[in-house]
């Protein structure tokens, strides 16, 4: 099993639409979860962190975690096609041997087309 | 505030040889994490310096070394280059710790090619 595991894409959403991105870990020490999104060619730009259970929400952008579940998900409202991109879900936990390290998952590429 | 930087941009080194990649931190960030991307394995953590000492180390082999220097700044190297060594290398920085893992900020990233 792998530590952090998100859907399987890739993932097209007509413009205007509510793009959904789940993601899975393993590790239940985690407490801290992040949303990347990496356009082709860029490196990965940070977009949300959630530490608690619940909603949190940005502009467009609301990240839900469910540590129960281990779970956390990530949806756009109103998705327009330069959020056109890969998506990545990071993990981090205390410190120790997880010092400045987060785990990702294998990415989401998300199409918005007109 | 300026970002991370990294240099340089991009590297073609043949096999055997080494390299050095350079990183400077978000200024008041103490934290540099170094992380390898390719296709097949996606983003891997190779290790963590913060105040000039390597707190944490992933599972990469010895050819990879790094360090930090007193002003934050981090260089990374990587010795007796393979064919897999290319890949896109990423210089994240990040506030002291709160005893988690605190919100990394990604630099450019180093493009290297081995031939």
């Known amino acids: 099993q792998k530590e952090v595991e998100q859907n399987s894409g890739p993932l097209s959403v007509p413009e205007g639409a509510i793009a959904s991105l789940n993601c899975t870990y393993s590790?239940?020490?985690?407490?801290?979860f992040f949303w990347y999104r990496q356009y082709s060619g860029k490196s990965p730009e940070l977009i949300m962190f959630?530490?608690?259970?619940g909603d949190k929400e940005d502009g467009r952008f609301t990240a839900q975690l469910n540590k129960a579940s281990q779970y956390v998900s990530l949806l756009i409202r109103d998705s327009q096609p330069s959020d056109s991109a890969t998506y990545l879900c990071a993990v981090g936990r205390a410190g120790g041997t997880s010092y400045g390290k987060l785990t990702f998952g294998q990415g989401t590429i998300l199409t918005v087309h007109p | 505030k300026a970002g991370v930087t990294q240099t340089p941009r991009y590297l073609i080194k043949t096999r055997g040889q080494q390299v050095t990649l350079s990183c400077s931190p978000i200024s008041g960030h103490r934290s540099v994490s170094w992380y390898q991307q390719t296709p097949g394995q996606g983003l891997q953590f190779l290790f963590e310096y913060f105040s000039e000492t390597q707190r944490n180390k992933g599972n990469f082999p010895g050819r990879f070394s790094g360090r930090q220097f007193s002003n934050s700044r981090s260089e990374m190297n990587v010795s007796t280059l393979e064919l897999g060594d290319s890949a896109l290398y990423l210089c994240?920085?990040?506030?002291?710790?709160?005893?988690?893992?605190?919100?990394?900020?990604f630099g450019p990233g180093t493009r290297l090619t081995v031939l």
């Open positions: 994240a920085s990040g506030p002291p710790g709160r005893g988690i893992t605190d919100t990394q900020y």
């Open positions: 959630i530490y608690s259970n």
């Open positions: 590790d239940r020490g985690s407490q801290s």
